[in-house]
């Protein structure tokens, strides 16, 4: 009854955030940051979907996310001079295209388990992002198709023109997504998908198929990364063959698992701290993909759980004595006296080395 009750306060005070988010930060570049966040944080849900609740590690994720938005961008620019309302649906219509996409690949990826899925889905990113390119008709090239997001007249004064009503939209979806992830992870589905995870050999014996438990996980997944990329989609107002391509697929893996796979809000944590690196921090140095890259490394070692399992941690300890927190300090200071020194040391050789 009192996790219950836990469980509600936490989901308030998240919508509660995400409803005055745009009144801290009213800027439009900080807005359009937020957008970024609120679309990343559903395509690394979906995807610890994957990994942290079923154990399959993908490389491909972004093919659903990106065949969504390439589906997103036709279907606004064919409703073009219609109702804005209309807007609202081009999600759902990218979960509808990322949800059938995730049936013919989740057919061939889920048979198999482990090392082979995930070279599979290695070879079918590669193979969409490679086949985008071969049909410029549909996937328009290198340059990708545009669109816009205005479809029409306002309609009581909204026309998705303006970045904060963008945000209030992705806000909306990312509300809705995140409580309908999260209430399958409490379904019979959810939690057969953790036996499958620890165990697929026992959950067989018990009577599941653990083929078939990925296949609908995997198809779930697809659906929700279909609704991040058409936001995602919808936020630019363009689709590209970047979207498909596995650098993206890469950044959605790190971001989960920076954030903490072993948790429901780690990658919504991750996501924060990824997007933030690439669009804060790419503002002031070229090499912030090596800080992330180096961020996940010291995360693989000394924090395999993530931000999120470090939070966990520390909510855990009952009472914060100094005993228990001198150590801790101590260390992050350590740590970060280190990261300083070190960004420091990389940043002088390469303005030295670039000449700049």
């Known amino acids: 009854m009192k996790k219950r009750l836990t469980r509600k306060w936490i989901w308030l005070a998240f919508a509660l955030v995400l409803l005055a988010a745009p009144w801290v930060f009213p800027q439009s570049a900080a807005l359009s940051l937020l957008s970024q966040c609120g679309s990343m944080m559903i395509l690394a849900l979906s995807f610890n979907m994957l990994l942290g ?149 026992r959950a067989a014996f018990i009577g599941y198929d653990p083929r078939r438990v990925r296949y609908l996980m995997f198809m779930l997944s697809a659906f929700f990364a279909g609704v991040g990329g058409a936001l995602t989609a919808i936020n630019f107002e363009i689709a590209s063959a970047e979207n498909l391509g596995l650098l993206r697929s890469a950044q959605i893996l790190l971001f989960t698992f920076i954030g903490g796979a072993g948790y429901f809000f780690g990658p919504m944590i991750g996501a924060l701290v990824g997007v933030l690196f690439s669009g804060l921090l790419s503002t002031y140095t070229r090499g912030w993909q090596l800080y992330l890259g180096l961020l996940f490394v010291i995360v693989v070692l000394f924090a395999p759980g993530g931000i999120a399992g470090v939070l966990v941690r520390l909510a855990s300890v009952r009472r914060l004595t100094l005993p228990f927190l001198l150590p801790f300090l101590l260390r992050s200071a350590a740590l970060l006296l280190l990261a300083g020194g070190s960004v420091f040391l990389i940043e002088m050789l390469y303005r030295r080395t670039a000449g700049l």
């Not at 889920?110 to 990113?125: D, E």
């Not at 549909?138 to 303006?162: C, H, K, N, Q, Y």
């Open 53 to 201: 609740q079923t154990g399959m590690l993908s490389f491909g994720h972004a093919v659903y996310a990106g065949l969504a938005a390439f589906a997103a961008v036709h279907v606004m620019n064919r409703w073009a001079g219609g109702s804005p309302a209309a807007l609202a649906l081009v999600p759902l219509v990218g979960g509808c295209a990322g949800l059938l996409c995730g049936a013919v690949f989740g057919f061939i990826t889920t048979r198999k388990s482990g090392t082979a899925l995930s070279m599979i889905s290695l070879a079918l990113v590669e193979l969409v992002a490679a086949g985008a390119l071969m049909l410029p008709g549909w996937f328009g090239g290198e340059s990708g198709i545009s669109t816009d997001r205005v479809l029409g007249a306002p309609m009581f004064g909204i026309d998705f023109a303006s970045q904060l009503q963008v945000y209030y939209l992705i806000a909306c979806w990312l509300f809705v997504s995140a409580a309908a992830m999260y209430g399958l992870t409490r379904t019979p589905l959810g939690r057969i998908a953790n036996a499958v995870r620890d165990n697929p050999e």
